[in-house]
């Protein structure tokens, strides 16, 4: 898809392109404001990102809603790094609305690494592990006073919004098998909801948000979703980037039982069919990767 050209996702998304990048940068970061600026097209759905020289990137909120995490991340990423063995996100920046926009922004440094994407893994048996390192890492963050996670309620909150996107997949030109997805979708809401200690998780382990050097893990980025909760949640690379052959090293690996795992294959489901027919026809990497998934899912 052309940088260009890249179709709004959302009804609510706000006009974002080079020039304004350029112009919140001239008028609140002037040390930065001569530097080249490009768009990076992403699989993200929350921001607009642009890479300005060659150690920064801009993140600017598609709508509303996408500019609420911002403050929280920019609070808690200082408190995980220290806690996880792979890189996160720094903040070097926090940019106020002006120049026609109407939300606070933030600048990044720059990480260095490829973006994965499900069904191009080189190394499976070692991101499995990667990732299941960082699980675990992350688990062991401080709890207290944590905001919870954007996915961190009872799977059966997703029950209305993951049946009527069955509903609406099945009557799609997609190669869809609603009455097997819905009784994968019910297997998974019959497992008991999680009753133990509520731990830290990322809470939006897609494949675009981890990154890689030398087939090893190197970065978890986006951490607008994180907070305390399930730790199903962040199971869902088993099926939405590992193949079979490795999601068992990463299930030994992150420890949990079989009903955590029951739960986290549901909330992989859960966000592939709701995201399949919303961006079906504006984001190919989260709608190609929501077929994955589901393939995925309906196979294990």
Sequence with gaps: MSIQHMAKMHTDEADIDEDLVQRLLRAQFPQWANLPIRRLVSGGTVNAIYRVG??????????????EGLAQEALWLPRLAPVVRVSIPTVVGTGEPGEGY?????????????VLVEGR?????????????????????DPYHAPPAYRGAPLATADAGTRAAIEVLGRTDEPFDADAALAAWEAALAAPTWSGAQYWTHS??????????DDRLVAVLDFETAGIGDPAIDLI??????????RRT?????DVDDDTWARGRGWALSMAVIQLPYYRNTNPVISTNARYVINQVLAD
């Design 237 to 246: 690379p088993a099926w939405n980037l590992l193949p079979p052959s490795a």
């Design 102 to 114: 109407p939300w606070a922004w933030s600048i990044h440094q720059w990480i260095e690494g490829d």
């Design 54 to 67: 060659t150690e920064l990137t801009v993140r600017l909120p598609l709508t509303a809603s996408g500019a």
């Design 250 to 254: 990463f299930r030994d690996r992150v």
């Design 121 to 141: 893994v080189a190394e499976s048996e070692l991101l499995a592990r990667d990732l299941a390192a960082f699980v675990t890492d992350i688990r062991k963050a």
């Design 204 to 213: 939006d382990l897609m494949p675009s948000n981890l990154l890689v050097a």
